[in-house]
């Protein structure tokens, strides 16, 4: 049973997320229209990150699927709901199942992650765009210099961006974006839906440098 004031904040945060306003001067991203049976338009170098993509999208369904009724109810991991972590800039949050994110879903990033040189980051991420478990790489332990930790500690926070919302969101069988992340960097973000017994539960992102125009 969640205490009624860590329900309140749990809320509030939600609230918060979805309210949050587009930086200033964020490009708008770059959209590809796609159905399931078509990738035409798409370079070599798309295509074989959607492929990542599609495959790191089942695998993390599939670790969904059984916490259901095992570990987390099913209403739980719906419920969206975010616990704040005192004292943390930008704000980073908890939930009822991130834990078990660390544990289980870590793994498949880091897999992910190795494939090529090229890839910056590949995370899940909910429909709000919390972000439960980054890649060890920006997990480093907290420092207290916020210019440090923005570049090196990035797990646990909502990433409700125009780019980040859309990449959650989007229900569409992929997405590619391409925006300037908040650490300065230029990169392509692929994305792809996650749904776990037939609900849109968020999606996962890969984060690289394209290295081929369309």
């Known amino acids: 049973m969640v205490p009624m004031s860590r329900m ?14 587009v930086a200033a ?80 879903i870590l793994p498949i990033e880091e897999s992910v992650l190795a494939k090529s040189p090229l890839i910056q980051f590949a995370v899940m991420v909910d ?15 907290l420092t207290g210099n916020l210019a440090n930790d923005l570049v090196n500690n990035r797990t646990k926070r909502i990433f409700n961006d125009r780019t980040g919302l859309a990449a959650a969101r989007n229900e569409a069988p992929f997405l590619i974006q391409r925006y300037q992340r908040d650490t300065g960097e230029t990169m392509a973000d692929l994305s792809v ?10 999606a996962v992102r890969i984060g690289y440098r ?3 125009a369309r």
């Open 127 to 141: 429909r709000n765009g919390y972000l439960p478990t980054h890649n060890q790489r920006y997990s480093q332990p």
């Open 8 to 21: 309140r904040f749990a809320i509030l945060s939600l609230s918060l997320a979805a309210a949050s306003p």
């Open 25 to 104: 001067g964020e490009a708008r991203p770059q959209v590809i229209p796609a159905t399931v049976t078509s990738t035409e338009g798409l370079s070599s170098q798309e295509r074989e990150m959607l492929d990542l993509a599609v495959r790191f999208a089942a695998r993390c369904a599939a670790v969904l699927d059984g916490w259901i009724d095992k570990e987390v109810a099913q209403e739980r991991l719906f419920s969206f709901l975010y616990y704040p972590v005192p004292a943390t800039d930008p704000p980073k949050f908890t939930t009822d199942w991130d834990r078990l994110s660390d544990r289980d």
């Open 210 to 212: 394209a290295v081929e």
């Open 193 to 202: 839906p996650i749904f776990v017994r037939g609900v849109h539960w968020g």
